[in-house]
């Protein structure tokens, strides 16, 4: 396992957090009210739509899990009006 990545998540916008990874954890670091969403893509494909959050899913403030039988590019943005981030570990 690689060191943990720490990115800031702007509000509204799509960010890629994981690229290629099979298992791992994602974990808000920003919480009291901000709401981390995630979504997934196979890797290499296209990114969601900024804005568009319709298929977006809660991350609870105890972080989520990667796990994917094939390798997947995970997404996160921020629901709201205050920027979040997130601590990846893959």
Same mark, same amino acid.
């Given at each position: 396992m690689?060191? *943990? +990545?720490? @990115?800031a998540i702007p509000v509204d916008v799509w960010?890629? +957090?994981?690229t290629n990874v099979t @298992?791992?954890?994602?974990y808000p670091l920003k919480t009291g009210g901000i709401v981390h969403?995630?979504?997934?893509? /196979? @890797?290499? !494909? !296209?990114a969601p739509t900024n804005g568009d959050?319709?298929? %977006? +899913? *809660?991350i609870p403030d105890? !972080?989520?899990a990667i796990n994917s039988s094939a390798g997947i590019d995970v997404y996160? %943005?921020?629901? !709201? /009006?205050?920027a979040g981030s997130v601590r990846a570990d893959l």
């Open positions: 690689a060191d *943990p +990545v720490v @990115t960010t890629k +957090v994981a @298992t791992g954890m994602i969403v995630q979504t997934i893509r /196979d @890797t290499g !494909g !296209g959050l319709s298929e %977006a +899913v *809660p105890e !972080g989520a996160i %943005a921020v629901v !709201g /009006d205050v």
